[in-house]
Nanobody, 122 residues
């Protein structure tokens, strides 16, 4: 069992930056792929970024060049650095952990955090 707790969300002006963190419980963190998704009310959960257990990174096209995912296995934590934020980035951001390879699909992931709200004002 893995428990995930996100933090770092908040209100930021357009063009600003935020860094989200996701702390995971359990000793096997380093063996899991980790991902970030986001979801707006009434919409499907959308893939943002993922980092595999060996450290390969993947991004949704709209986030490439603005967002960076990283992990610190010693701290059981995955990060999402978000730069040049836009109002359309406003969403609840969720952390996920899993061992599957279909990283952009929500059903690939085994564990989810509770989400953290990111609001970007124009």
């Amino acid at each position: 069992q893995v428990q995930l707790v996100e933090s770092g969300g908040g209100l930021v002006q357009a063009g600003g930056s935020l860094r989200l963190s996701c702390a995971a419980s359990g000793r096997t963190f380093s063996t899991y792929n980790m991902g970030w998704f986001r979801q707006a009310p009434g919409k499907e959960r959308e893939f943002v970024a993922a980092i595999t257990w060996p450290g390969h990174t993947y991004y949704a096209d709209s986030m490439k060049g603005r967002f960076t995912i990283s992990r610190d296995n010693a701290k059981n934590t995955v990060y999402l650095q978000m730069n040049v934020l836009k109002p359309e980035d406003t969403d609840v951001y969720y952390c996920a952990a899993g061992i599957g390879s279909s990283i952009a699909r929500t059903r690939n992931w085994d564990y989810w955090g509770q989400g953290t709200q990111v609001t970007v004002s124009s």
